[in-house]
């Protein structure tokens, strides 16, 4: 009898206890949650608002299709009468001279200057990394320039050739392959053919010019459309 006596007040006694700790916690969480301030909602943008763009902000040109990316302080410069074809993309240090050509591909001028020379003709498809061609050569297309090289004036090189960083191709020499090799040493008729086909290449270029205007001429398609189903422009 005594020991059923002990071990009921054991149970009650830890029951009770247990009670105590379940009310103390309900206690504590009601008082967290009323303490605890409620969340605002966040502020709708004013409909007023305008964004200011920065003052050193460089405006891109989308002239056709073409992109020149300036960065940071460099912007690509283009002689008056070269031609760069419309979906070139020449970012950043990149300079094309008097009477070059440059067909479709890209020029970039990172990290250092890339530079086109006069009567220089670039081939389609082809990449310049920090480079210089000096005047009065062909690079055929689909020809990659890697950083540091150079190509002397009266050079030519083939198509599809890769020239490593670093390189030079020497005055009056054809180079071809990946990477880039001496071929032969060109003769003095195929020297002095080099400035005449850039010229002509040049002025064969001067027919697209009327085909992409500062804006492209999507807004004359649009005239003409808007003729056609009677829309007063």
């Known amino acids: 009898m005594a020991a059923a006596t002990a071990a009921l007040a054991r ?3 830890k029951s009770l ?22 969340p605002s909602p966040s502020p709708s943008p004013s409909p007023r608002s305008v964004i200011t763009p920065s003052p050193d902000r460089v405006s ?6 073409r992109r020149i990316i300036p960065l940071g302080q460099w912007l690509p410069k283009i002689a008056v009468d070269a031609y760069v074809a419309p979906n070139v993309v020449l970012a950043g240090q990149v ?42 050569c062909i690079i055929g297309q689909h020809s990659i320039l890697m950083e540091g090289s150079l190509v002397e004036t009266h050079s030519i090189l083939e ?5 490593p960083p670093g390189r030079r191709i020497p005055t009056g020499e054809l180079w071809a392959g990946n990477p880039a090799r ?18 002509a290449i040049n002025d064969l270029s001067k027919e697209h010019f009327s085909e992409f ?3 492209s001429t999507v807004y004359l398609e649009l005239e003409k459309f808007k003729k056609s189903l009677g829309i007063s422009i």
């Open 17 to 38: 206890t247990s009670t105590n700790y379940l009310n103390l916690l309900q206690r504590t969480l009601a008082t967290s949650a009323s303490a605890s301030p409620s």
């Open 159 to 163: 198509a599809g050739s890769v020239v």
């Open 60 to 65: 891109w040109d989308y002239r056709g299709q």
């Open 11 to 13: 149970f009650s006694k």
């Open 213 to 215: 205007l500062p804006y």
């Open 95 to 136: 300079t094309v001279c008097d009477g070059a050509s440059v067909w479709a591909g890209s020029i970039h001028g990172l990290p250092a200057e890339t530079i086109v020379e006069r009567f220089v003709t670039i081939g389609a498809y082809s990449l310049l990394r920090s480079c210089m061609i000096e005047p009065e």
């Open 182 to 199: 001496f071929v032969r040493t060109l003769t003095h008729e195929e020297t002095l053919e080099i400035p005449k086909l850039a010229v």
